[in-house]
């Protein structure tokens, strides 16, 4: 009898266990969030024109806060070409050495994830972490032209299902987020001729 009531906590606590395993485990997947969407080119195929799937794109998740690097050469390239008076050849060699860098640059910084855009150019991540925003990055060279896709989320939430599609054709300088402002040094101001606190309350000592 004893034997049976030990076998039958032991098969209780075995159950309790996998039951708060299995429900820790569904926390944690309700508790992130889900990116997925469509990588299109339009372009002309047999003199038709029309949208196509990119296929076999690799694809990369940045933390917005981690990718300050990739949005820096965005910003440079975006304000070379808004220029009232920019030359246009500059402005082009600019963005060109831009997206050159940005190639050998994404596969390089931290990243949340990486996948690929299937046959149809569908792609997706599972699982992301919320709280943050993302860019979602494709890089390639094609015909010895580099090339890069960017599209950013916003903050993502707790079970939310996120749709970003992106474009070849879209400029890869549009998905920039907003930049935290740079700090002002704060600077003391003095009247002009007056001798500094610090000096002033030293000349007050001294007498």
């Known amino acids: 009898m004893r034997n049976q009531v030990a076998w039958i906590g032991c098969l209780v606590i075995l ?3 996998e039951f708060c395993s299995g429900q820790s485990g569904v926390r944690a997947t309700a508790s992130a969030a889900d990116i997925q969407g469509k990588v299109t080119v339009d372009m002309t195929i047999n003199r038709t024109f029309g949208t196509h799937p990119v296929r076999d794109l690799t694809l990369h998740l940045l933390k917005v806060e981690d990718a300050r690097p990739l949005q820096e050469l965005q910003i440079k390239c975006r304000s070379a070409v808004s220029k009232p008076k920019a030359d246009p050849v500059a402005a082009y060699q600019l963005c060109s050495k831009g997206l050159a ?4 640059l994404v596969p390089r910084l931290p990243l949340a994830a990486t996948t690929r855009t299937d046959r149809e150019g569908f792609y ?10 993302y860019q979602v990055v494709g890089v390639k060279v094609e015909d010895g032209t580099p090339i890069v896709i960017v599209g950013l989320t916003g903050k993502l939430k707790p079970g939310e299902r996120v749709r970003v599609d992106l474009s070849e054709n879209d400029p890869w300088t549009n998905a920039v ?4 402002r ?5 600077t003391e101001r003095t009247s002009k001729g007056a001798a500094p606190p610090q000096a002033a309350r030293s000349f007050r000592k001294s007498h």
């Open 101 to 104: 860098e940005a190639v050998e």
């Open 124 to 133: 997706r991540f599972d699982g992301v972490e919320t709280g943050k925003q």
């Open 177 to 180: 987020p907003p930049q935290p």
């Open 182 to 186: 740079p700090q002002l040094a704060r």
């Open 15 to 17: 159950f309790a266990t």
